[in-house]
C-alpha cells in the first residue's frame, strides 16, 4: 500500500471522529437549553411567590412599627410628665432641705436641689410664668441661692486668715537670695475649702447675676492683705526691741501660733538688711572715721548717729513691706484663679489689692514728704533714707507690672508716680546739697586750730553712701534734674557716669568754698594748715570708699589733683619756718666755713660775738613762737600728723646740727647756756609737741 493511501485513510479516520464530536456537542447543546428553559420557568414562579408574601407582610411591618414609636412616645411623654409633675412639687420637697442650708446636708447635695430648682424655674418661666407653684420656686430658689452666698462669706470669714510674718519674711529670702529653688508657696485656705468656695462660686456664676459674693470675697481678702502687712510692720517694730538696735538684730520672732522662737540671721533678713543699711553703713564709716578728735565733736559728727535710727528703722520696714506687698498680691492672684471666674479675674484682683497698694503708696509718699521736709531744712544726710528706697522699688517694678497687667490704667500707675515722686525728691535733694556747698557762708563755724572744716565733713558723710546707689542716684540726675533725658536714654554706665560728674562739680564746689573760707584766717600759716586737712580728709576719704575709681571713670586726673594741692599746702606751711631757718642757714655759705675755722683759733670781736649771741637769741625766740602757736593747729589725721611732724625734722634738723656744730666750738659767751638753749634732740622735742594743745 502506498503512503499517498495510508495518509487518505487516517484523514478519514480524523473526519469521522470529529463528526462524532459534533453530534455529540450538539446533543449537550440541547439538554442545555432544555435545563434553562426549566429553570427560568422554576425562577420566575418563585419570583411570583416572594412578591406575593412582600404583599402580605409589608403591612404588618409598618404596623408594628408605628406601634413601637408610639409606645417610644407614650413613655418619654409618660418621664416628661412626671418631670412636670416634679417641678409642681419640688419647692416642697427641697425646702427643708434649703433651710438646713449647704453646711448641713452637704454642699454636693445642696448644688443638686439647686440644680432641680433651676430646672422649676426655667419651665414654669417659659411655659406658665403666672403659676403659684413658679411663686413658690422663686421663694424657694432664692432662699437657696442667698444661703450659697451666706456659706461663701461663711466659709471666707472662718478660714482666712493673715499670713504670718515669719512667713512672708521666708517667702521674700527665697525670692531675693535663694533664686533657683522652690518657692514657699502660701497656703490661705485648706484644699477642702478652696473645692467648696470653688464649687459655690462656678453654680452661683453660671446660674445667677449674683455678683455678692465677688464682692464678699474682694473685701475678705483686701482685709487679710491689709492686715498681713500691718502683721508684718508691727513684728518688725516689735524685733527692733527700740529705734537704737538695728532693725534685723532680732531676738526672738512671733511664730503664727504665737509662740515666740528664736530667730536666726534669715536670708530675708540679710537682704533687707543689706539693702536698708547699706547708706547708713558708709555714713557711720565716714562718722567713725570722722577728723574730729573725740570730746571735740561738733554739729555733723558722729554723735549724732542715733538721731537717725528711728527713720532708718522706717526705712528698713518699707524697704520690707515693698517686697511683701509683691509676694501677697502675686499669692491673691494665684489663690483667685479657682474662686473667681475668669472673666472677672483683672476686676476682682484690682479691687483686692487697691487698699494695701493705697496703703504702700502713701507710706512712700511720706517719705517723700519728711525728704522734702529735711531739704528745706538742709538737713540731707535724713535724705540718703529716699536711695536704698529707690534702689530697690526700681528693682522689683518690672515684676510688679507684670503682676499687675490687665489691671486699671490707675493702678498700674501708682508705682510708676510713686517712683518718679521719690525721684525727682532724689534730684532734688542732690541739687540742693550741690548748691548749699557753693553757698555755705565764708565765716560759717570755722575752726580756730585749722582742722577739717564741717562743712568739709559734711560732704563726705553724704557723698559716701552715694556709691551704693550709684545707677540709682545717676539716673534720678539724668531723668530728673536740670536736663532731664528721656527713660530709654538711661543706662547703668551713663547713670555712673552722671552721678561721677555730679560729684566732682560737688568737690569742685566744696574746694572753692573752702579757699575762700580759708582767706578769713588772720594767720597766714593756719590757712595751709587746714587746706591741707580738708584736702588730706577727702582724698583718704574718696580712696576708702572706693568714690575715687567711681569719679576716675568720669576725670581721672582727679586724684592727682588732690595729691598736688596737698604738697602745695606742704610748701606753703613750710614757709613758716622761714624765720627759724634765718638765723641757722647762713652757715651753709662757704664763707661762713672759713670766718668759723679763724675764729676758733683767734679771740672774737664784740660784733662777731654779738652776732653769734643773735644767731642764738633769734632761733630760739623763732623756735619758742613756732611752738606756741603751732601747738595750737591741729592736724587729726596720725598719720598726716606725723608725717608733718617728720618732714620738719628733716627740714630743720640737719641745718640745726650744722649750726649748733660750729658755733657752740666757739667762745662767744660767758654764759653758754643762756644762748645755746636746745640740743638736736631737744628741737626734735619740740617739733614733736606741734599740733597738740596737751603738749
Known amino acids: 500500500m502506498s503512503a499517498t493511501s495510508i495518509q487518505k485513510a487516517d484523514i478519514d479516520n480524523k473526519l469521522e471522529r470529529e463528526k462524532n464530536n459534533l453530534l455529540n456537542l450538539n446533543e449537550a447543546l440541547n439538554k442545555s437549553n432544555t435545563n434553562t428553559t426549566n429553570m427560568l420557568t422554576i425562577l420566575q414562579s418563585f419570583e411570583n411567590r416572594l412578591r406575593k408574601l412582600e404583599n402580605t407582610v409589608e403591612p404588618v411591618y409598618n404596623e408594628t412599627e408605628m406601634l413601637r414609636r408610639r409606645q417610644e412616645n407614650i413613655e418619654k411623654t409618660m418621664v416628661t410628665l412626671d418631670n412636670v409633675l416634679g417641678y409642681y412639687h419640688v419647692a416642697k420637697e427641697v425646702e427643708e432641705f434649703i433651710k438646713e442650708g449647704p453646711h448641713n446636708c452637704g454642699l454636693e447635695k445642696y448644688l443638686s436641689i439647686m440644680d432641680r430648682l433651676v430646672q422649676a424655674h426655667n419651665y414654669f418661666n417659659k411655659h406658665n410664668?403666672?403659676?403659684?407653684?413658679?411663686?413658690?420656686?422663686?421663694r424657694v430658689y432664692d432662699d437657696g441661692k442667698e444661703a450659697l452666698v451666706i456659706e461663701f462669706r461663711t466659709l471666707l470669714g472662718r478660714h482666712c486668715r493673715p499670713v504670718p510674718p515669719v512667713m512672708v519674711l521666708d517667702m521674700i529670702s527665697t525670692d531675693e537670695e535663694l533664686q533657683g529653688s522652690d518657692d514657699i508657696q502660701l497656703e490661705h485656705l485648706p484644699e477642702k475649702i478652696l473645692t467648696e468656695l470653688s464649687l459655690i462660686s462656678t453654680w452661683l456664676f453660671n446660674n445667677t447675676k449674683?455678683?455678692?459674693?465677688?464682692?464678699?470675697?474682694?473685701?475678705?481678702?483686701?482685709?487679710?492683705?491689709?492686715?498681713?502687712?500691718?502683721?508684718?510692720?508691727?513684728?518688725?517694730?516689735?524685733?527692733?526691741?527700740?529705734?537704737?538696735?538695728?532693725?534685723?538684730?532680732?531676738?526672738?520672732?512671733?511664730?503664727?501660733?504665737?509662740?515666740?522662737?528664736t530667730s536666726k540671721d534669715t536670708p530675708a533678713r540679710k537682704s533687707v538688711r543689706k539693702m536698708a543699711h547699706s547708706f547708713k553703713r558708709r555714713a557711720a564709716t565716714a562718722l567713725m572715721q570722722s577728723p574730729f578728735d573725740p570730746?571735740?565733736?561738733?554739729?555733723?559728727?558722729?554723735?549724732?548717729?542715733?538721731?537717725?535710727?528711728?527713720?532708718?528703722?522706717?526705712?528698713?520696714?518699707?524697704?520690707?513691706?515693698?517686697?511683701?506687698?509683691?509676694?501677697?498680691?502675686?499669692?491673691?492672684?494665684?489663690?483667685?484663679?479657682?474662686?473667681?471666674?475668669?472673666?472677672?479675674?483683672?476686676?476682682?484682683?484690682?479691687?483686692?489689692?487697691?487698699?494695701?497698694?493705697?496703703?504702700?503708696?502713701?507710706?512712700?509718699?511720706?517719705?517723700?514728704?519728711?525728704?522734702?521736709?529735711?531739704?528745706?531744712?538742709?538737713?540731707?544726710?535724713?535724705?540718703?533714707?529716699?536711695?536704698?528706697?529707690?534702689?530697690?522699688?526700681?528693682?522689683?517694678k518690672p515684676e510688679f507690672d507684670l503682676t499687675l497687667e490687665g489691671c486699671a490704667t490707675p493702678t498700674r500707675a501708682k508705682l510708676t508716680s510713686l517712683l518718679s515722686t521719690l525721684g525727682s525728691t532724689a534730684a532734688k535733694a542732690l541739687e540742693e546739697f550741690a548748691l548749699s556747698i557753693k553757698t555755705d557762708p565764708e565765716k560759717a563755724s570755722m575752726p580756730k586750730d585749722g582742722t577739717v572744716h564741717e562743712l568739709t565733713n559734711r560732704t563726705i558723710i553724704f557723698l559716701e553712701p552715694l556709691l551704693d546707689y550709684a545707677?540709682?542716684?545717676?539716673?534720678?540726675?539724668?531723668?530728673?534734674g536740670e536736663q532731664a533725658a528721656p527713660s530709654e536714654a538711661v543706662d547703668p554706665k551713663k547713670s555712673k557716669m552722671r552721678l561721677a560728674d555730679y560729684i566732682t562739680k560737688t568737690l569742685s564746689a566744696l574746694g572753692l568754698n573752702l579757699t575762700i573760707k580759708a582767706e578769713t584766717y588772720s594767720d597766714p600759716t593756719l590757712r595751709p594748715v587746714f587746706m591741707l586737712n580738708n584736702y588730706h580728709y577727702i582724698l583718704k576719704s574718696l580712696k576708702r570708699s572706693g568714690l575715687l575709681d567711681l569719679i576716675h571713670t568720669w576725670n581721672k586726673d582727679v586724684g592727682q589733683f588732690y595729691e598736688d594741692r596737698i604738697n602745695e599746702q606742704k610748701k606753703l606751711y613750710s614757709e613758716s619756718w622761714s624765720r627759724v631757718m634765718h638765723y641757722i642757714t647762713e652757715v651753709h655759705e662757704p664763707i661762713s666755713q672759713q670766718r668759723i675755722q679763724a675764729m676758733e683759733n683767734s679771740k672774737l670781736k664784740d660784733k662777731?660775738?654779738?652776732?653769734?649771741?643773735?644767731?642764738?637769741?633769734?632761733?630760739?625766740?623763732?623756735?619758742?613762737?613756732?611752738?606756741?602757736?603751732?601747738?595750737?593747729?591741729?592736724?587729726?589725721?596720725?598719720?598726716?600728723?606725723?608725717?608733718?611732724?617728720?618732714?620738719?625734722?628733716?627740714?630743720?634738723?640737719?641745718?640745726?646740727?650744722?649750726?649748733?656744730?660750729?658755733?657752740?666750738?666757739?667762745?662767744?659767751?660767758?654764759?653758754?647756756?643762756?644762748?645755746?638753749?636746745?640740743?638736736?634732740?631737744?628741737?626734735?622735742?619740740?617739733?614733736?609737741?606741734?599740733?597738740?594743745?596737751?603738749?
Do not use: C, W
Open 210 to 261: 449674683n455678683t455678692e459674693y465677688m464682692k464678699d470675697y474682694t473685701r475678705s481678702r483686701s482685709s487679710m492683705l491689709i492686715k498681713s502687712l500691718q502683721g508684718l510692720k508691727d513684728h518688725m517694730k516689735t524685733s527692733t526691741g527700740n529705734s537704737s538696735i538695728s532693725l534685723f538684730s532680732m531676738a526672738n520672732s512671733p511664730a503664727a501660733g504665737g509662740k515666740g522662737k
Open 608 to 695: 662777731e660775738k654779738q652776732n653769734i649771741k643773735d644767731k642764738f637769741s633769734g632761733f630760739n625766740k623763732e623756735l619758742e613762737d613756732i611752738l606756741k602757736i603751732q601747738k595750737g593747729y591741729a592736724i587729726p589725721d596720725p598719720e598726716l600728723r606725723e608725717q608733718m611732724k617728720k618732714d620738719n625734722k628733716d627740714f630743720i634738723i640737719p641745718a640745726f646740727r650744722m649750726f649748733l656744730d660750729k658755733f657752740k666750738r666757739l667762745n662767744f659767751t660767758k654764759n653758754p647756756e643762756k644762748y645755746i638753749k636746745y640740743s638736736v634732740q631737744d628741737v626734735a622735742e619740740v617739733v614733736d609737741k606741734l599740733f597738740d594743745m596737751s603738749a
Open 295 to 396: 570730746g571735740n565733736k561738733r554739729q555733723g559728727s558722729h554723735a549724732e548717729l542715733p538721731k537717725e535710727e528711728n527713720l532708718d528703722v522706717e526705712v528698713d520696714i518699707y524697704i520690707t513691706e515693698l517686697s511683701a506687698l509683691l509676694k501677697l498680691i502675686q499669692s491673691e492672684a494665684q489663690l483667685m484663679s479657682g474662686i473667681i471666674a475668669d472673666k472677672h479675674h483683672r476686676s476682682v484682683f484690682d479691687n483686692i489689692i487697691q487698699e494695701g497698694l493705697d496703703s504702700v503708696i502713701k507710706n512712700g509718699e511720706l517719705l517723700a514728704v519728711n525728704a522734702k521736709k529735711s531739704i528745706a531744712k538742709h538737713d540731707f544726710i535724713n535724705v540718703l533714707s529716699v536711695f536704698p528706697v529707690l534702689k530697690h522699688l526700681r528693682s522689683i
Open 129 to 138: 410664668p403666672t403659676s403659684l407653684e413658679l411663686t413658690d420656686v422663686i
Open 471 to 480: 545707677d540709682t542716684a545717676g539716673a534720678m540726675l539724668l531723668l530728673h
